[in-house]
């Protein structure tokens, strides 16, 4: 497990057609095992930190500390290696499910089946992702390719894991269902990148970010209570389910 603590964090971009957009000075700690809610409007910064945490951008200003050790200080495949990620993009490739599912790490036939059933998918190990080589492969809707995507991090042992709304594309419930599945495995840290705030309702700590900086944080429970922006934007989106 790994505890986290950005302290001052600074990043900008040019301003190119648009203006340029500027990021932090953002402050936050994530105790060992914690899961951290990260949320926002597009724009709002969220992406920028998951990157800044993962050294695909360094910072302008301030920092960030792994276990009490500036990112800066590690290698930089030791550090990525120890960390478990998933974004909004499925990455697949034109191989086995197998294959795919053992993008991170090996696993027994066993436990993969196991965590194709915790996902709710039906596949075979031996199929082949796409028809590119195969013209059996099996086509697979934008959620089910999300589903076998998070199986990499379900049957892999990471310090930490980053999710960017990895299952944006299953209904809210299905996504609420998975989120819980990864929260509940085992006691890493992570990080969940989230629109849908059912998602991270269970978060030991949410962050609502804007324009680059946090204006909101804590528990669903604190923010509900502190009657600002997160609770509007919670009651919005129950609103629109309960319509619907």
Do not use: W
């Amino acid at each position: 497990m790994n505890a986290i603590t950005v302290s001052n964090l600074q990043k900008s971009y040019p301003a190119g057609k648009e203006p340029g957009f500027s990021f932090g000075p953002v402050s936050l700690s994530l105790p060992e095992g914690a899961i951290l809610g990260l949320i926002g409007e597009n724009g709002a910064g969220k992406t920028t930190l998951t990157k800044l945490l993962l050294r695909l951008y360094d910072a302008d200003g301030g920092t960030v500390q792994i276990n009490g050790r500036p990112i800066a200080d590690y290698d930089v495949s030791t550090l990525r290696g120890r960390i478990g990620i998933a974004f909004q993009q499925s990455r697949l490739y034109a191989l086995s499910v197998r294959e795919n599912m053992t993008a991170y790490a090996d696993a027994d036939d066993a436990r993969l089946k196991s965590c194709l059933e915790e996902v709710g998918l039906r596949l075979s190990l031996d199929a082949q992702v796409t028809k590119e080589f195969d013209e059996n492969g099996a086509v697979l809707s934008g959620g089910d390719a999300q589903r076998l995507c998070l199986t990499r991090l379900l049957h892999s042992e990471f310090g930490l894991l980053i999710l960017d709304e990895p299952s944006s594309a299953l209904d809210p419930i299905a996504e609420y269902r998975i989120a819980k599945l990864i929260f509940d495995r085992s006691p890493t840290t992570t990080v969940m990148v989230a629109h849908r705030l059912s998602t991270v309702v269970d978060a030991d700590r949410i962050y609502l970010l804007s324009d680059g900086r946090i204006i909101e944080s804590g528990t669903h429970a604190e923010l509900m209570a502190q009657n600002g922006k997160y609770r509007e934007m919670f009651l919005k989106q129950a609103e629109g389910y309960l319509k619907a």
